[in-house]
């Protein structure tokens, strides 16, 4: 049972509910016309799989990193770590577990770029970059075109200027729009 317990506690850790910012892998093989067969591409599945495993690798450090400002925070203080339903153990063994999948997905597509760009941007966030109002907004818009560009390499396309431009600025609108 205590299996069960850890399990549902990971899961709501990692945050799944905001994988879904990485179906923007998907992206360059729908504006590409490509969408039908790439979805069956295992090079796009995997980097899609891969922005999820860093994405939840991120947030499980900001929060080891944040824990004092969430347990005060009305939307962080529930999540398991800052409710002190996880400890510092069962958080590093999630980072390793996620790191090593991380390092096993992007062995099996050969991209590797947008992945290590996303953590060390991701990282330098978390420690020191989000307290600089625009450079706040530019990593997070950052990330959405990390995750085309991901999208683009798993098929082999070049990303068009459009589509770049077009997901900065959707990606900036929805930031700004939290805040």
Not at 49 to 58: P, R
Not at 59 to 68: A, F, G, M, S, T
Not at 123 to 149: H, N, P, Q
Request: charged share 15%; glycine share 2%; hydrophobic share 60%.
């Amino acid at each position: 049972m205590a299996g069960k317990k850890y399990f549902i506690l990971w899961v709501e850790e990692v945050r799944i509910r905001h994988w879904i910012k990485n179906v923007l892998v998907f992206v360059p093989a729908f504006f590409t016309l490509q969408i039908y067969k790439s979805v069956t591409d295992v090079h796009l599945i995997f980097a899609f799989i891969s922005f999820c495993l860093s994405s939840s690798l991120v947030y499980l450090i900001n929060d080891l990193q944040d824990i004092e400002a969430d347990k005060l925070t009305p939307n962080n203080k529930d999540r398991p770590y800052a409710a002190g339903r996880l400890s510092n153990k069962q958080m590093y063994r999630m980072i390793f577990f996620l790191s090593l999948l991380l390092i096993i997905a992007m062995v099996i597509i050969g991209i590797w770029l947008p992945f290590i760009v996303y953590i060390i941007i991701n990282f330098m966030y978390t420690f020191y970059l989000k307290k600089i109002a625009i450079l706040d907004i530019l990593v997070i818009c950052l990330g959405f075109e990390l995750r085309i560009w991901a999208g683009a390499e798993a098929i082999n396309v070049v990303l068009s200027p459009w589509l770049i431009s077009m997901v900065f600025f959707l990606a900036l609108f929805l930031v700004l729009s939290k805040r």
